[in-house]
């Protein structure tokens, strides 16, 4: 096998391996829920088992039905989830099924790459390599969010752009160019830098071939307008206001973090080791990219700067600063590129030593971990038969309860907490889960008081038990 093969093959075991081990998370009960039909679940009101619960994960949505829910009360267009849909319906309504679309995308996406990493002369398995081992490429590719669709379709919409600045035939490798880059928008809005990046360069270069593309890009574009106009301010507290220097840090933070991970965080009696060792990792490859440049070292650092350069932007016209790790993958296949082409083996080999160590901590640190599923398993273990599990419902019922309950025994009695419980007088034990992901699930925790008959137990960091000490004829 070549190398390019051999590295699809492992990312294959790799990415499958993290999407089973790595706990469900915030953002991803949204893709369930939506695609089975009820964007906002409608938990019971009383006491009822997770294993009951579990029937809200598994209905299914119609196109229309996900473009409504989406344009009334989402950030994002449909087109991941309308896969996702068809995907669950074919192979089923499971959370790692669902994750399964995301590592296919990755797989592709990778294999695209290697396919540019060719017609720009790098070598294809360095290339690959790096960004498989990249943490916000592994991330995105394992989560049940449209950021792997994405990232595919702009890989080979940008792909085409250098295939048609290459001499491939004009009237195809454009018009593929365009399609594949407004594909990529209608997955997710933040790949248009990317995609406007890779088709003013084939313009400028070759107008014969960028117009053919920017009129099948802009097919795609009445679209994105339809859903963002109707989303752009759905969500108004989602990110801080903007602040020049505050967003600087925390793009050059999160940057650092799509690339190397969280090891200061898997290790923290370390970070200031760690950090003196990827600053100094960090200025090498600069140095040698900046020494070896060639004629596609301009247009790839341009496509590498795209994301967090049109973040900033975004900040600043709409006064937020919507930076995550996340967004910043979009970077990394161009940044690898940029890598494998310029930089000696040794240091190839170090970078990605250093990558595959917070690759571990993705799969199994519970530091860059959400808790929902590790409150779950607290829970689980101080629970009787008999006890009652309360559960913040948060801001909308599904990012907090979603990922709990998927991960809770199927045994486990539960109450959703959305103010003063129903009645708890028959019961002699509760816990209470101290999740505080959002607002609301912080005022449903403090303000949470189950009455005199009760006292406080034990505590862990996500839970808390309450013991009914009134008599039983009081109950």
């Not at 790949?191 to 014969?208: E, H, I, R």
């Not at 002699?428 to 403090?446: F, G, M, P």
Request: hydrophobic share 50%; glycine share 10%.
């Amino acid at each position: 096998m070549s190398p390019a093969t051999k590295t699809l093959v492992l990312a294959a075991g790799v990415l499958t391996a993290i999407a089973w081990v790595r706990p469900p998370e915030y953002d991803e009960a949204y893709s369930i829920f939506l695609t089975a039909g009820h964007a906002r679940p409608g938990w019971p009101a009383g006491v009822f088992t997770a294993g009951g619960g579990r029937g809200l994960y598994a209905g299914h949505a119609s196109f229309a039905g996900i473009a409504q829910d989406l344009r009334a009360g989402d950030v994002h267009p449909p087109l991941y989830f309308w896969l996702l849909e068809i995907w669950r319906g074919v192979f089923g309504p499971g959370w790692f099924t669902a994750r399964l679309l995301s590592v296919g995308c990755g797989v592709a996406a990778l294999a695209v790459l290697g396919r540019l990493a060719r017609v720009i002369g790098a070598p294809a398995g360095a290339t690959m390599g790096l960004c498989l081992c990249s943490y916000g490429f592994a991330y995105t590719a394992i989560i049940a969010r449209g950021f792997g669709l994405a990232q595919f379709f702009l890989l080979l919409g940008v792909t085409a752009c250098f295939e048609s600045l290459r001499g491939g035939r004009s009237g195809v490798a454009p018009a593929v160019a365009g399609l594949a880059l407004g594909a990529a928008t209608f997955t997710n809005y933040l790949t248009v830098f990317c995609g406007l990046t890779a088709l003013g360069q084939l313009a400028l270069t070759s107008p014969k071939r960028g117009i053919p593309a920017l009129l099948t890009f802009s097919l795609f574009l009445p679209a994105d307008g339809y859903f963002f106009v109707a989303q752009h301010a759905a969500r108004p507290g989602q990110f801080v206001r903007f602040s020049l220097t505050h967003a600087l840090a925390l793009t050059t933070r999160d940057a650092a973090a799509a690339w190397f991970g969280g090891l200061t965080l898997d290790a923290p009696q370390f970070a200031a080791g760690i950090i003196c060792l990827l600053v100094l990792l960090a200025c090498a490859t600069v140095f040698c990219i900046v020494r070896n440049a060639n004629r596609s070292t301009k247009a790839l650092a341009a496509l590498t700067l795209a994301t967090p350069a049109g973040l900033l932007a975004l900040g600043l016209i709409f006064n937020n600063t919507p930076v995550e790790i996340r967004y910043m993958a979009f970077s990394l296949p161009y940044l690898s590129l940029l890598i494998a082409a310029s930089a000696p083996r040794a240091l190839q080999a170090a970078l990605i030593g250093v990558q595959s160590l917070a690759i571990i901590g993705l799969a199994f640190s519970p530091a860059t971990a959400q808790p929902q599923a590790r409150a779950a398993r607290q829970a689980a273990g101080l629970a009787t038969p008999q006890t009652l599990v309360l559960l913040p419902f948060g801001n909308d019922g599904v990012g907090i309860p979603g990922p709990f309950i998927a991960a809770a025994p199927r045994a486990m009695r539960l109450e959703i907490l959305r103010g003063p419980p129903v009645d708890l007088t028959r019961e002699s034990r509760l816990i209470l889960v101290t999740l505080t992901l959002d607002d609301s699930s912080r005022a449903q925790v403090a303000g949470f008081g189950p009455g005199p008959c009760w006292q406080a137990g034990a505590k862990t960091r996500l839970t808390e038990i309450f013991l009914n000490r009134c008599p039983q004829q009081q109950r």
